[in-house]
């Protein structure tokens, strides 16, 4: 089956600081590599979930997806189809298709604009619906993100809303125009703990219910392992590990390792087994040569240094990048 | 205690009828979500509640001196010296322009009867105890040549540098990536051990609070609800649990990377308008154990079992439930 998403050695490098005409010749341009070849494939009606450390590059990987920037090289194909090659029309189509739900709901949501009109400002743009036809469809929506009666939430503006109401407004908005695939850059990072659970749930049964494929960006393992069925690691850029759910307590790399036993546990009777890592990653302009992570391994050899590890499957659905397992 | 804020909308009451105790070397954990009150407490045992806040009743007894008669001469000279604190974001807290070295090496003098030099050399001293590498030349730096995690550091290091008997960390850890915090929550349970102190942890994170605490205290809107040994709060080999509708409800809200497979419960409702609280217990407009009583009437933090207190009318049958 073709995957719906397929991106091949995905690289965007931020352009910082460009040599001036005076220092062209003593200076080279600085570049950010903030996605430095990622490649990874999401089937229909699967959550492939993207984790990693802030700057490490999966809020870039989400924007990417969706062409809301251009990437420096790399293809990425939706349902087999390069989302470069698209012309206005296809690309019209494209975005009706995928979506993305934010991290902030308060900045996301313009503060000008009743919950009518935000929900169905996307309708309109892709002439969906009208008239009273529309108002039916948002009234749906706010019932099923479940905002109910709907009547009330209407007319309101996104200040009278509570963060968790909100961000059920920003995921109405993002279905309404029934899309296949949708971006969730964590979803639920700036929520109170109590309304957490809800979102997810929330998210759960509408991929139940209307066969969405989910890419979810996040820094919370728990809610990753919670709500994917495969998961990638990223590291500077880089994809380290890719594991399938189930197997992610037996994961190998060190950095995956290093992240899951620094994770705070609940449960006092779990035992961690402790991997220390020294320091912060460092900065992404000189990125370390060899494996990235090298410079905070506690496995580190000399090959580490000098030599970048491929990406290999090592079993069914696990894919590692570390010199240890090559 | 209670901690009013008196804003043109309205009082904020923010803190409402506060108890808790902190003994010595020990660590006790406030968690709560945001808006619960938890900063505010923090705040009014230093007393730095800002503009418009005011304490408005209670008291702060540390060890058996009021801390609200003090003038404010005195305590200032508490404040740095035996009670330290450490806050969220380390760039807003850190002054931009002097050196790490010599904001410490300040906080020093002025507490203690030392001279320039020497209070230099204390400070390199302070950032090598929180495991700053190259403690000599980071003690040049400013705030802004630091990585987060590094930033952090040096807030704990201020905090400690008069050897505090109580220390305040108010989310020590929201500003960093789990690794870091990892690193940063050891660091704070070695410098506990070996300094002696009791600790103050107040987060929105009840992992951090059940890694790192001995008691727990549970903050819902201006209130603690529940308080208890971190073995009875949270999932332990103890045959005690928590019993809150609140704390347990919560505890299985959160994803839990250990479990196989998990079906989170979602908290109906949403966290109170702290101008116009509900009636009675707090909660109940999101309780599912709801009952008349709970509309009418305050619940009080009642002992329950030893050590363990409950803020809530029907503790006896949840507590009767539980043991089955």
Do not use: W
Request: glycine share 6%; charged share 25%; hydrophobic share 40%.
């Amino acid at each position: 089956m073709t995957p719906i998403i397929k991106v091949e050695d995905l690289k965007k490098y931020f352009l910082i600081e460009r040599p001036s005409l005076f220092k062209i010749l003593s200076k080279k341009s600085l570049f950010v590599y903030a996605v430095d070849g990622v490649s990874f494939e999401i089937q229909k009606g699967e959550t492939y979930g993207l984790v990693g450390e802030s700057g490490c590059g999966k809020t870039t990987i989400g924007r990417l997806l969706l062409n809301l920037i251009e990437p420096t090289s790399g293809k990425i194909y939706f349902k087999g189809e390069n989302i470069q090659s698209f012309d206005k029309k296809k690309m019209k189509q494209f975005r009706r298709t995928a979506q993305i739900i934010f991290q902030d709901p308060f900045a996301s949501l313009d503060p000008r604009m009743p919950v009518k009109k935000i929900i169905g400002e996307a309708i309109d743009i892709h002439k969906l619906s009208e008239g009273e036809e529309k108002l039916m469809i948002i009234k749906h929506l706010l019932e099923r993100v479940g905002l109910n009666p709907a009547d009330q939430f209407m007319d309101r503006y996104p200040h009278e809303f509570s963060g968790g109401q909100k961000q059920r407004i920003g995921i109405a908005r993002a279905l309404s125009v029934n899309p296949e695939f949708i971006v969730a850059d964590e979803p639920v990072s700036s929520l109170d703990m109590s309304v957490r659970a809800a979102v997810l749930n929330l998210m759960k049964d509408l991929q139940k219910d209307l066969e969405l494929t989910y890419l979810l960006i996040s820094h919370d393992l728990a809610v990753v392992r919670h709500m994917s069925n495969r998961i990638g690691v990223l590291y500077m850029g880089k994809k380290i590990e890719e594991i399938h759910t189930r197997d992610l307590m037996n994961a190998n790399h060190p950095y995956t390792q290093a992240l899951l036993s620094a994770f705070p546990r609940i449960d006092l009777n779990i035992e961690r087994k402790l991997v220390n890592v020294k320091g912060e990653i460092p900065s992404s302009i000189n990125v370390p040569t060899g494996c990235r992570f090298h410079t905070r391994c506690p496995y580190k050899e000399t090959i580490c240094v000098e030599q970048e590890p491929q990406i290999i499957e090592i079993s069914k659905d696990h894919l590692i990048a570390c010199h240890m397992f090559s | 205690m209670k901690t009013y804020f008196f804003t043109t909308k309205g009082v904020v009451k923010a803190v409402d009828g506060v108890n808790l105790i902190i003994r010595k070397g020990e660590s006790v954990g406030l968690v709560g979500e945001s808006g619960s009150g938890k900063s505010t407490i923090g705040l009014s045992i230093i007393r730095l509640i800002p503009f418009p806040g005011r304490i408005i009743d209670g008291e702060i007894k540390f060890h058996d001196e009021n801390l609200l008669e003090k003038s404010e001469k005195e305590i200032r000279q508490i404040r740095g010296s035996k009670i330290g604190m450490c806050f969220q974001d380390p760039l807003t807290y850190l002054n931009p322009v002097i050196s790490v070295g010599g904001q410490i090496a300040e906080c020093i003098e002025a507490h203690r009867d030392i001279n320039k030099k020497e209070s230099m050399k204390e400070a390199i001293n302070m950032l090598e105890l929180v495991n700053i590498s190259d403690p000599m030349e980071r003690a040049k730096d400013y705030p802004f040549q630091l990585s987060g995690g590094m930033r952090q550091r040096v807030m704990i290091a201020l905090a400690i540098s008069c050897n505090p008997e109580l220390f305040i960390a108010d989310e020590p850890t929201t500003a960093v990536d789990v690794i870091v915090q990892r690193q940063i929550l050891e660091l704070l349970r070695d410098l506990k051990n070996e300094l002696n102190m009791s600790l103050l942890l107040i987060t929105h994170d009840i992992g951090i609070v059940a890694e790192l605490c001995d008691k727990v205290a549970v903050m819902y809107a201006g209130r603690i609800v529940e308080f208890g040994d971190a073995e009875t709060i949270f999932p332990s080999k103890s045959s005690r649990h928590a019993i809150h509708p609140y704390t347990t409800d919560l505890l299985n809200s959160i994803p839990q990377l250990d479990k196989k497979s998990q079906n989170l419960v979602s908290i109906k409702g949403v966290v109170p308008d702290m101008i116009n609280p509900p009636s009675g217990c707090r909660f109940h407009p999101r309780c599912p154990y709801v009952i008349d009583l709970c509309i009418e009437k305050n619940p009080e933090l009642i002992e329950i079992e030893s050590g363990h207190l409950v803020a809530c009318h029907l503790s006896d049958l949840l507590l009767k439930e539980e043991a089955k």
